[in-house]
Structures are given as C-alpha cells and as structure tokens.
C-alpha cells in the first residue's frame, strides 16, 4: 500500500509525512510539484498515470502539499520586479503543467475509493477570501468588519467610520498593511481592481490546527514585537518565534469545525485573533506551515495526518 503527495522532497512538512506514513508501515511516492518544469516524465495512457515511468494506479489517498497554477517569472532588479525577456514563454509553459496537475487531481478526486487532502477545488476557493470570511460567517464565527471594493469614496466613508483599518489584495500575497495617510491619498489606484479592507484587531495570533474534524493543536504565536502581520515579525520568518498552548472555549472548537468542513477541508489551518473573550477569525488555509509548531511543542500534526491519510484508504479498500 502506498500514498501520494504532491510537493517538494525538499520541503520538511513532505518529509516528516513521509516518514510517519512509513512508520504506519506505508510507502509514500513524492509527486514533485515542479517536476514538469523539471522535464520529468509525465504520462497519462487510456485512463492510467505514469511518474517517472513508474504507474500510480494503485494510490489511493494523496496529500498536496503545493498545487502548482500559472505564473509569470521575474526578478528583482533595482528594487523593482521586472519581466524575464522571454516570460511569454515561462508563463505558457507553466499554465500547461497547472492544467496538467489539476486535471489528474479533479480526477482522482471524482475517482471511486480514492482521498485526497485537501481536494483541489477546496484549495482553490480558500484563495478566495470573499468565499471565506462568508463561510465564517454562515456558521457563526465573529469575522472583522470588512468593505471589498474598488470604490475610493466608499473605502473613505468605511476609514472614517471604523478608524483603525488595514488593507490586503483579494487573492492574498502580500503583507497586510495598515490604511494611512498615504495608502488614503492613493486610492484612485483600486479603481482598476477591488482590495479588502477590514478592521485591525487587536490580540494575540492563534494558529489552530485540524485534521478530519479534529482539533491537534492551538497555539499563540509568540513574537518579540506585535506586528500587524505576524508573518512580517524577522523573528517569525527565521524560525525563532515560540508558541504558547491555548485551550479554546467548546463553542469557539465547533465554530473551526464547522468551517473546515464547510470548506471541504480534511486538514486545515485557521487564524483566529484572541483578546478577552474576543476571538474574531481571520482566514483558513488549506496547507498551512506547521512543523515549527510541532518541532518546538511536540503538537503530533503530522503523525494525526499520516493516520488519517492511511486510515482514509484503508477504509475505502475494506467498506
């Protein structure tokens, strides 16, 4: 028996799956997510799939760790990104291989006896946070006041009334920053594409994770300094930050729950903002970073993941 991951043999998060499903007495075949760019064989024949020359017919449970979709390349120069010369080229060929990778996902996702965590169509909607913060809201969760527009007068009118307001792109990607005097005269710039703007909340960052419903780890994420965007903090980035257990309230466990599955999500990753009695969501991620978390606290993420996977398949195999 064996199982598929979509990923990186680099990345640390495909590794210490690999070895826990081997631990369970599984074999894993990293499927490497740029292995077309790479000039991998790749081959699909009457229905069947080919890696490497190798046939993966009899996988049955896969976890994607990265999808790869279609992007234009650059590099930085001058402290701008500017274009490849012949990015026309890069951007073509990579929106081959996405649509090669996501056709075979949507096939084994739609593949009798066959699991995949987390599907592709769940993945991809997650990058939409529109569907998001509408998902929370639907099952109760409390989510910051928001305005999504490309209205300059409106974003003016939703500043002065909230005060403290940061902005962030639709599709995620960049840091979240806070809407000044500066952001406030540029506005004229959204009218070509709708940006998010919400209420800063205040509070601690919590990280809580979960895998088939099931709640394995909720932590603070600890910073020297707080930042408006954890992810921003040197400390984070580098690998120095620490992380404080969180017992959540019962009500605020079944709101993560309820999300998740409303998502399609089997494995999720959920950011909450905590202060008082306050929890206010903030955004799902369906492959989330959390091997810091279980390296430094000892949370069984990836042992709970790799159960579920193999469980997953043995279930359908033995109905």
Not at 47 to 69: E, N, V
Not at 77 to 94: A, G, I, K, N, Q
Not at 103 to 121: D, F, I, R, S
Request: overall charge negative.
């Amino acid at each position: 028996m064996r199982i598929g991951i979509f990923g990186a043999a680099s990345d640390s998060q495909t590794q210490v799956l690999a070895r826990e499903a081997t631990a369970l007495g599984v074999d894993s075949v990293i499927i490497e997510s740029e292995a077309l760019a790479q000039g991998e064989p790749l081959s699909f024949e009457d229905g069947s799939t080919y890696y490497r020359r190798q046939c993966l017919d009899d996988l049955r449970a896969f976890f994607l760790r990265f999808i790869p979709l279609p992007h234009v390349p650059t590099l930085e120069r001058d402290d701008e990104l500017v274009l490849y010369e012949d990015w026309y080229v890069h951007y073509m060929h990579s929106r081959e291989h996405a649509s090669v990778f996501l056709a075979w996902l949507l096939k084994l996702q739609h593949q009798e006896g066959t699991l995949l965590v987390n599907p592709p169509q769940a993945a991809s909607v997650l990058q939409l946070k529109p569907y998001q913060l509408d998902a929370l809201r639907s099952v109760g969760a409390a989510v910051p006041r928001t305005l999504i527009s490309n209205d300059p007068e409106r974003v003016r009118a939703f500043h002065a009334q909230v005060k403290h307001v940061i902005y962030k792109p639709v599709m995620g990607g960049a840091i979240t920053q806070m809407l000044e005097e500066e952001a406030l005269e540029g506005l004229e710039a959204i009218t070509h594409s709708p940006v998010i703007f919400q209420e800063r909340v205040p509070g601690d960052d919590l990280r809580v994770m979960l895998v088939g419903g099931e709640i394995v780890s909720s932590v603070a994420i600890v910073t020297p300094e707080q930042h408006l965007d954890f992810r921003a903090d040197p400390a984070y980035s580098s690998g120095e930050a620490s992380y404080r257990e969180v017992k959540l309230p019962a009500a605020v466990e079944e709101q993560c729950r309820k999300a998740a599955r409303l998502c399609g999500l089997h494995f999720a990753g959920i950011d909450i903002k905590h202060q008082g009695d306050r929890y206010v969501f903030l955004e799902l991620n369906s492959s989330p970073m959390y091997y810091d978390v279980e390296y430094k606290l000892g949370h069984p993420i990836t042992a709970a993941l790799a159960r579920y996977l193999v469980e997953g398949v043995r279930a359908r195999k033995n109905p």
